[in-house]
DNA sequence: ACGTTGATGGAACGATCGTTCAGGCGGCTA
DNA sequence: TAGCCGCCTGAACGATCGTTCCATCAACGT
């Protein structure tokens, strides 16, 4: 019912696939979700896989765009850029949590092609995590001594978001950004950078 | 082919749902790769429900038993009993892990009764984490000023074990275990309680 | 009035699903 | 030798799967 054509059919998918994973729902269930026929659907995408792809990927690029652009007004400072990845990747499996935990759990029901994509995506994504925290561990904001498990700790911290947050709570997603992004700060052992007051020790 | 029967099966269904997803795989793809036929486990198991259960309460008991031995060799420190849980768990993900990303991403396809149980062994595993971290927060050890935030993060972060690790590489579990011990540690803020050997610097 | 086009419905296809059934084989007891 | 029983097989069942095909209907340019 809801939206019309295309969109009502979207969101069908989204929250069937989303809500007992892709290989248990047919395609019948998402056509009498959105209210439309089978041959309605077959006439805005080409069959299941399609549709699959269709969530995947019309999310997925809304979160780099997001990332890049709390990037751009972090500075130079390894735990500012930290603190906005965190942020936008908290925002995004908060708000798109039925995409995520798709993406998130299902990977392994894609095509081959829509795999490479994903694994190209997801590569992209721990990538920046990953030079963000070794750049911070070498300029010595960072102290924690496993960089790669800090890095694994902080990911897996904000995906798991997308597995419990429901929108109906009284608290804004702002604010939990925030929490977790003080708790990746922890994790990392993040000091901010030497302060003039005082003579910086020499490292080691 | 390898074992016999019963024991057969139960290895095959674990890699097969492991590896694709329970709704994924048809129970003949599972008696294929056990070597055996079709009615054969039908003879052992009532179905492919069934099976999934025996995967997933076969290996649950274990991570419980492993949780309590590992707390009572755990003082009263909330430190250590972190430490006890956090290593319990990592271990349990990395030696189960086709079991533990079963339960972890596919308890939408359990029955009924399948699902409540699981729901209860959840609850009492983040029960376990909660108290202890209540406990450190109020005996002043865990300085972290989101509690309910950072169990959420240690447990994720110890269930991502699952999702990555790969028993061929070269490194031990016991010392993966110990590093996201640390990691653990660091979440929550810990601050041994006062040691006798100094006096203890009052706070800030 | 006619033809075209996009959107939709209904029926059906072949394939595969989980499950069941009737029986065969080998070893045990009597 | 006969009878039972644990173990296993091949064939089949009805249901449902993803997908395709064809008819219909409204809208619109000509």
Redesign the pocket.
């Known amino acids: 019912m809801r939206g019309?054509?295309?969109q009502a059919i979207l969101d069908a998918a989204r929250e069937e696939f989303g809500e007992r994973g892709?290989?248990?729902?047919?395609?019948?269930?998402?056509?009498r979700r959105a209210?439309?026929?089978?041959?309605?659907?077959?006439?805005?995408?080409?069959?299941?896989?399609?549709?699959l792809h269709a969530l995947v990927n019309g999310s997925g690029q809304a979160y780099f765009d997001s990332c890049r652009k709390e990037l751009e007004s972090a500075g130079d400072d390894p735990g500012e850029q930290l603190a906005a990845v965190v942020r936008a990747t908290v925002r995004y499996r908060a708000e798109y949590r039925l995409e995520s935990s798709l993406t998130l759990a299902e990977w392994r029901s894609m095509s081959e092609e829509q795999l490479e994509e994903f694994r190209g995506r997801q590569f992209d994504g721990t990538r920046m995590f990953k030079e963000i925290i070794e750049d911070g561990v070498d300029q010595g904001v960072f102290r924690t001594p496993h960089p790669q498990d800090a890095r694994r700790g902080v990911i897996a911290m904000c995906n798991a978001v997308a597995q419990w947050y429901r929108e109906s709570g009284e608290e804004s997603v702002d604010d939990l950004a925030e929490r977790y992004v003080e708790l990746a700060l922890v994790l990392v052992e993040y000091r901010p950078a030497a302060r003039r007051s005082r003579p910086a020790k020499s490292s080691s």
Chains 1, 2 share one sequence.
Request: proline share 0%; glycine share 10%.
């Open positions: 019309t054509g295309r892709y290989a248990a729902v047919s395609i019948r269930d998402i056509a209210g439309v026929s089978l041959s309605a659907m077959y006439h805005y995408y080409t069959g299941k896989q399609d549709l």
